[in-house]
Structure formats: C-alpha cells, structure tokens
T-cell receptor
C-alpha cells in the first residue's frame, strides 16, 4: 500500500461551479478525516468517518459541502456553488482505530476564480 | 489563548545547527503529533507521542505530560529540513487540535 492518495491534486474552477474530490485511505484504516487548510493557517477539521458512517461535521461545513464514504473505503468531498472563499488545500487523513497515528494524503489544492 | 501554542513561529538557522521547536498545550490529550509540511505539499506525520521520547534518524521528539510540553529537535540540520513543523494534540475524541506551525529555514 502506498499510503493515502487524493485526486485531483489541483483543481481550478469558476465561482458557482460544483467540484468533487476523492480520497483513497490506507486500506485497513477504518477512520477517515477531511481537513481544510488556507494559506498561512493550520488545518481545520471538517468531518470524519468511521467506516461508512459520518460521525462528526464541523460547523465550518456549510450546506454546500457534502462528504460520503459509501462502502467504507474511499471518500468523496463535494462542494456545490463554489465561492472564492473555498479556495484552500483540502487534506484527507486516515488511521486505524481511535488512537492510531493519522496518515495524510498529499492534498487537493482548490482555486476558485 | 490557543489550546496549542508553538514557538518560535519562524526560525532561520545555518546548516548543521541543532534545532529545537517547542509546543505547549492546555487540554487533556490522548497523544501529541509532530507533523511536517513542505511548501505546497501535503502533511507528513513525523511522530506520535503519549509519553517519553522518540527518535527517527536526526529527529527527536520528547513530551512531558505533567508540564504539558513537547519539543521537536533536529540534529545536524540540513537545508532539506526546511519546512513548516506542526504540533497537534489528539483530544481522545475525533479531532486533532493544531498549533499554528513553525516555519523553519535552514541556510546552506
């Protein structure tokens, strides 16, 4: 296993368009996390899954954001009607169990024009 | 006051110097993480600590649970060590609480 992968690595879109990102975690990891990082800031928690169940969502996750992990493996994060303020690096991490180390993907950098 | 504070915010040093980055936290934790982020890049986990000391190559991380303090040390620093180093604490639930990061520049 080569670790956590994310696609695409970069996405440029126009304001108002919808975008979808994918995260493939390490295969035996049951927990999957999404974070957002804006320039010069630390990552902010968005949501996490245990297997296919979405257990927690940050208040940062407006109704334009939705995340799924349909079979408890890969996850998608969709942003509808993108705004310029959505421009950020979207990071995915996975881990085994509740106390293991989180392993991060390379991130998807979103630019909304 | 932030729950996780790092110091310094920025650090510039010459190649070969011994580097120390500090992290203090004010919440109860299950574990403390040190992570590295290169410009434009993803995040790499360096250490996860719940007590004592860990060493990987030239990197050493220590934690003092009683004092709620951790340090990351880099021995014989090299320009390729230049990155942002982030301290994050796990609160035992689902979140990592992140420090603001320390931007390290090692000059040749």
């Amino acid at each position: 296993d080569t670790g956590v992968s994310q696609n695409p690595r970069h996405k440029i879109t126009k304001r108002g368009q919808n975008v979808t990102f994918r995260c493939d975690p390490i295969s035996e990891h049951n927990r999957l996390y999404w974070y957002r990082q804006t320039l010069g800031q630390g990552p902010e928690f968005l949501t996490y899954f245990q297997n296919e169940a979405q257990l927690e969502k940050s208040r940062l996750l407006s109704d334009r954001f939705s995340a799924e992990r349909p079979k408890g493996s890969f996850s998608t994060l969709e942003i509808q009607r993108t705004e310029q303020g959505d421009s950020a690096m979207y990071l995915c991490a996975s881990r085994r169990g509740t106390v293991g180390e989180q392993f991060f993907g390379p991130g998807t950098r979103l630019t909304v024009l | 006051k932030n729950e996780v504070e790092q110091s310094p915010q920025n650090l510039t040093a010459q190649e070969g110097e011994f580097i120390t980055i500090n992290c203090s936290y004010s919440v109860g934790i299950s574990a403390l993480h040190w992570l590295q982020q290169h410009p434009g890049g993803g995040i790499v986990s360096l250490f996860m600590l719940s007590s004592g000391k860990k060493k990987h190559g030239r990197l050493i991380a220590t934690i003092n649970i009683q004092e709620k303090h951790s340090s990351l040390h880099i021995t014989a620093s090299h320009p390729r060590d230049s990155a942002v180093y982030i301290c994050a604490v796990g609160d035992g639930n689902y979140q990592l609480i992140w420090g603001a990061g320390t931007k390290l520049i090692i000059k040749p």
